[in-house]
């Protein structure tokens, strides 16, 4: 178990061919001790602190992205309650809980892990689960490194929704009392993912992200250095002293050249002046050759860049031998990788507060239940050029899905004009669209929010919220699990925004429903299955009930 000195037993395995030339001239090594890794002791808390605190690089691996995540942020949005959404996110913004986070996110990153407790005010001890029903307020928060907190007890429940998850934390601080803290209390953030036998030595935590680029950063800072001194060198003095070797033979010739070296003694420390024997007494002046020390260099910063998964000319300013698209594309890259880190690492975190807040009865709603979403934000915004190529994509899949019957035009035409869409930013789509969806409508034209059969219908509350718990199971799944089709993605965000659908959209939902009422019989169903995904996504039972009371309806008129 980890002190606050650090993981003095915690070993890694570093890359044993740095040291390949050991064998060389020697017998061949047994095959029991030929290792293409070797064990090495990890940094401790101590050389982390220090490597923050001293190495640039080592601050902007651990800093950067954090900064980023927060930067980004989140937009809260409701569509049953737009008012309370944007009372949350004032709420938000008047506590500073990005500037939280973000401290948050730093020492789970510089130490592997960090926790935010809560101090909620709901009348129980700190020990105890949080009682929504009684919460008053979030009164204050606290930000503690994984230095300083232990996981005390696991939840051993296979039945438990919070199975084989922390249930109780030990939290301390160099000025405050330790204390025993349930999770309900907690937000956890952890480092880089360990396997359970090992996370055990860091407090139930992770790894810091120093430790997998320490290596490339310290051979960076290594050969940087090397190539400070070779600089300084540049200009080698040496200077011949005839019979040098006699001289230090003996006695008394030691003490004479030791005394006549006394005069440039300052240059052998201050000047750089080399002393040798020769047969000729001569003072010289030359240059050390240079060749290849600044490629090495640019090669050590792209270890880094992969090291750090970052883009070399984020990292350092410039760009690294690569062409401006590849370098784009390069943060582009980033970009989404910072995107998957808001939703894995800090996105949970900040439900799990809203939650909290939105309950209290001093929260921004008083206290009532919010249905809510949380769209993350984009470090960059595309070009003019991108989003003219974007909105020509955007037009081309309408299309496609008008020909497969997927679409309407009118309906078609409402999502790809919707807020976000670069169409609606493009006049010609802009008419094309509209014709198209006139001459749908027929010789009498129709209502704007009207599609091709003449009547549309909003789903209720019960279909909108079954489709958004769809995309949220969806989005909570690792890739290998998540179900939906582009159509049915589609489909369900159409029902989760409450838009309105037409009678050709309402026969296709039945459809899948009486396609896909088989789905129910396969494991996981009710769970995380991707048929209970889809079928959810799709407005669930609720969903196939209103679809197939209006299609009776209108089938029987």
């Known amino acids: 178990m980890a002190d606050g000195q650090g993981n003095s037993g915690h070993r890694r395995w570093a890359d044993g061919f740095s040291n390949v030339?050991?064998?060389?001239?020697?017998?061949?090594?047994?095959?029991?001790?030929?290792?293409?890794?070797?064990?090495?002791?990890?940094?401790?808390?101590?050389?982390?602190t220090y490597a923050y605190r001293q190495n640039w690089l080592a601050m902007d691996a651990v800093q950067r992205p954090a900064i980023d995540i927060v930067r980004a942020w989140w937009d809260v949005q409701s569509d049953?309650?737009?008012k309370g959404a944007e009372?949350?996110?004032?709420?938000?913004v008047d506590h500073k809980i990005k500037a939280v986070f973000k401290e948050a996110l730093i020492w789970s990153r510089l130490y592997g892990g960090a926790a935010i407790f809560l101090g909620v005010d709901d009348g129980q001890p700190v020990e105890m689960p949080v009682a929504m029903q009684s919460v008053r307020a979030v009164r204050w928060w606290r930000v503690v490194d994984r230095r300083y907190v232990q996981v005390l007890m696991y939840d051993h429940d296979p039945e438990s929704p919070t199975f084989d998850q922390p249930l109780l934390y030990s939290v301390g601080q160099r000025r405050a009392a330790t204390q025993i803290v349930h999770a309900s209390r907690i937000l956890r953030f952890v480092g880089e993912p360990l396997p359970d036998d090992y996370r055990e030595e860091v407090n139930g935590f992770g790894d810091s992200v120093l430790e997998r680029s320490w290596d490339s950063?310290?051979?960076?800072?290594?050969?940087?250095?090397?190539?400070?001194?070779?600089c300084e060198r540049f200009i080698q003095s040496t200077f011949k002293v005839k019979d040098l070797a006699s001289w230090i033979g003996n006695d008394d010739g030691a003490a004479q050249a030791l005394k006549r070296l006394q005069a440039l003694n300052a240059g052998l420390y201050t000047g750089n002046v080399a002393v040798i024997d020769s047969e000729v007494e001569a003072f010289e002046r030359m240059g050390l050759p240079m060749t290849g020390l600044t490629e090495t260099l640019a090669q050590l910063r792209l270890d880094i860049a992969g090291a750090l998964k970052r883009p070399a000319s984020h990292i350092f300013g410039q760009q690294q031998g690569?062409?401006?698209?590849?370098?784009g594309a390069d943060l582009e890259t980033y970009h989404t990788s910072i995107q998957s880190l808001m939703q894995d690492d800090a996105q949970p975190q900040l439900e799990q507060l809203i939650d909290l807040v939105t309950a209290s009865a001093e929260g921004p709603t008083k206290g009532q239940p919010l249905e809510y979403s949380l769209r993350p934000g984009l470090l960059s915004q595309p070009s003019a050029k991108d989003q003219a190529e974007i909105a020509k994509l955007e037009a081309e899949a309408a299309d496609t899905l008008i020909q497969a019957g997927v679409m309407d035009p009118l309906e078609a035409r409402s999502a790809l004009m919707g807020e976000g869409s670069r169409v609606a930013a493009d006049p010609k789509t802009t008419k094309r669209m509209e014709a198209e969806a006139k001459a749908a409508a027929g010789p009498e034209g129709a209502p704007e929010d009207m599609i091709a059969d003449a009547e549309t219908w909003r789903p209720p509350a019960s279909v909108r919220a079954a489709a958004r718990r769809g995309l949220?199971?969806?989005?909570d799944q690792p890739p290998s699990n998540r179900a939906?089709?582009?159509v049915g993605l589609a489909r369900a965000a159409q029902l989760a925004a409450g838009r309105a659908v037409s009678l050709g959209v309402l026969k296709r939902m039945v459809s899948y429903f009486a396609r896909h009422e088989v789905d129910k019989d396969g494991e996981g169903w009710g769970k995380d299955s991707k048929g209970y995904q889809a079928w959810l996504m799709w407005g669930g039972d609720a969903g196939r009930t209103w679809a197939e009371r209006i299609v009776r309806e209108q089938d029987g008129d």
């Open 21 to 48: 030339t050991r064998a060389i001239n020697t017998a061949p090594l047994a095959s029991t001790e030929r290792k293409p890794f070797s064990a090495a002791t990890l940094l401790n808390d101590s050389e982390l």
């Open 80 to 82: 049953d309650d737009p």
């Open 87 to 92: 009372a949350v996110g004032r709420w938000l």
């Open 217 to 230: 950063i310290d051979r960076y800072q290594t050969c940087a250095r090397s190539l400070t001194i070779a």
């Open 322 to 327: 690569t062409t401006r698209t590849g370098a």
């Open 472 to 475: 949220k199971l969806r989005a």
């Open 484 to 486: 939906g089709t582009s």
